[in-house]
T-cell receptor
């Protein structure tokens, strides 16, 4: 089942913060976060694993609540380069990576 | 290290035709996953190959098939194309050392844009 992302879209000014949420109805082993700019491939940002292990981008942080099957991506002091569509991908018992429909983030000067 | 490469980058086909897309993973990576991306559905998982074996499959009809070669390169084939198959097809490679694609970092290629007329 596809995870639900919120918000669907957000507009920020440079320097502002944003939080993107990802929620699943199924038990999760992992949550992946990717950013995709228009016409480009998705770029890996972070992976959070059950048990607390995290791997990813130094300037981006995220949380993973295993009990609630939820993850949040925290973007602080946003820059123009943060613009793009953010996808969460959830990994569960089926071992497939299932992606949400994305959150469009636009950072304005 | 070179990234994931996909060929061709763009394809235009007509309904009923078939198409083959190619993906070369990052050197040393043994797992290749394929995804279909459309504006309405987002990224949809097609299948995943590891060491020439299909380990997992998404909910797509049998017209969508794939294979992986001994050098980890992968191909996907779509037969009897329909208008709804128009999409960006992305492949992603991972080392496979993590054991599962759901716990392993996926590195995406630039995709093949398929248009079915």
């Amino acid at each position: 089942q596809q995870p639900v992302q919120s918000p669907q879209a957000v507009i920020l000014r440079e320097g502002e913060d944003a939080v993107i949420n990802c929620s699943s109805s199924k038990a999760l082993y992992s949550v992946h976060w990717y950013r995709q700019k228009h016409g480009e491939a998705p770029v890996f940002l972070m992976i959070l694993l059950k048990g607390g292990e995290q791997k990813g981008h130094e300037k981006i942080s995220a949380s993973f609540n295993e009990k609630k099957q939820q993850s949040s991506l925290y973007l602080t002091a946003s820059q123009l380069s943060y613009s793009g569509t953010y996808f969460c991908g959830t990994g569960g018992a089926t071992n497939k990576l299932i992606f949400g429909t994305g959150t469009l983030l636009a950072v304005q000067p | 290290k070179a990234g994931v490469t996909q060929t061709p980058r763009y394809l235009i086909k007509t309904r009923g035709q078939q198409v083959t897309l190619s993906c070369s993973p990052i050197s040393g990576h043994r797992s290749v996953s394929w995804y279909q991306q459309t504006p309405g559905q987002g990224l949809q998982f097609l299948f995943e190959y590891f060491s020439e074996t299909q380990r997992n499959k998404g909910n797509f009809p049998g017209r969508f098939s794939g294979r992986q070669f001994s050098n980890s390169r992968s191909e996907m084939n779509v037969s009897t194309l329909e208008l709804g198959d128009s999409a960006l097809y992305l492949c992603a490679s991972s080392s496979g050392r993590g054991g599962l694609p759901s716990t392993d970092t996926q590195y995406f290629g630039p995709g093949t844009r398929l248009t079915v007329l």
